[in-house]
């Protein structure tokens, strides 16, 4: 799949009015940049706040590589949001079996010419109470293992103290820093035999989480919990908004994110 006219004319558009944007709301620090492959390539970032898509797309557009997310397919029925979407080739993604399978073709199809995917395996914005990566879904395993894509493992930190997570305005002041950190591609090699069946795309999820974590670490200068945070152990929901009980901003029941 590759960009048409409108598609890179409309990413022109979109730098024009984010990129100043992002430099006003936080400073930036970006790392390992030149581990992001020529071809087609698949990213995985962590995800703990609304505003990551911003940060990570920023990255990958000013490689001149034009991101293409997997979204959420109800933000293509918002007006105007739904519209820019669409012109720049972002990629909805169902919930339903057959929807996925559909999301995952026109994905391959951009990363078989070449283009950007970024794919966030948890699904959502992380539950873990300290914003550690939680177990991913196996999407991105799919997806890399169908076409043989590299999938480069990313971590950030900082956008969250500017908008936290589910937040309703800006903390702007003091001054933050948004950091992104690109890893070396994730080995995958010892899944190339195998069927692509539960187990192994399990697996081979537990491996690119375990980069991402990994990297992550290195970013916050902690250790990450032994135990990566399960949603379903916790008994919340795997999709939506979600927020701690006892929160200023807690809503009485999960709300769509």
Aim: glycine fraction near 8%; charged fraction near 25%; charge should be positive.
């Amino acid at each position: 799949m590759k960009e048409s006219a409108k598609s890179r004319a409309t990413f022109i558009l979109l730098a024009g009015l984010a990129r100043p944007l992002m430099n006003i709301l936080m400073s930036k620090k970006w790392e390992g940049l030149e581990k992001l492959p020529a071809g087609g390539f698949i990213a995985v970032p962590n995800h703990c706040t609304e505003i990551d898509p911003i940060v990570v797309g920023h990255m990958v557009y000013n490689q001149k590589r034009p991101p293409h997310f997997l979204a959420k397919s109800g933000l293509f029925k918002v007006p105007v949001l739904g519209a820019l979407l669409r012109s720049t080739n972002q990629i909805p993604v169902e919930r339903s079996t057959a929807g996925a399978n559909r999301s995952l073709q026109i994905a391959k199809e951009v990363v078989d010419a070449g283009g950007a995917i970024i794919i966030y395996p948890e699904g959502t914005l992380t539950r873990d109470p300290d914003l550690w990566p939680m177990k991913g879904h196996t999407g991105a395993a799919r997806l890399a293992l169908q076409t043989g894509a590299p999938v480069v493992p990313v971590a950030q930190w900082g956008a969250h103290e500017v908008f936290p997570r589910y937040a309703k305005r800006f903390h702007v002041f003091p001054r933050k820093t948004a950091r992104v950190l690109v890893g070396e591609p994730v080995d995958l090699s010892a899944f190339a035999d195998r069927p692509l069946d539960r187990a192994t795309l399990t697996e081979a999820t537990d491996v690119i989480m375990d980069a991402i974590t990994a990297l992550l670490e290195t970013l916050r200068g902690e250790t990450a919990p032994s135990e990566r945070w399960d949603p379903a152990v916790h008994k919340q929901s795997k999709h939506g908004r979600f927020v701690e009980r006892g929160s200023a901003d807690a809503p009485d029941t999960e709300e769509s994110q």
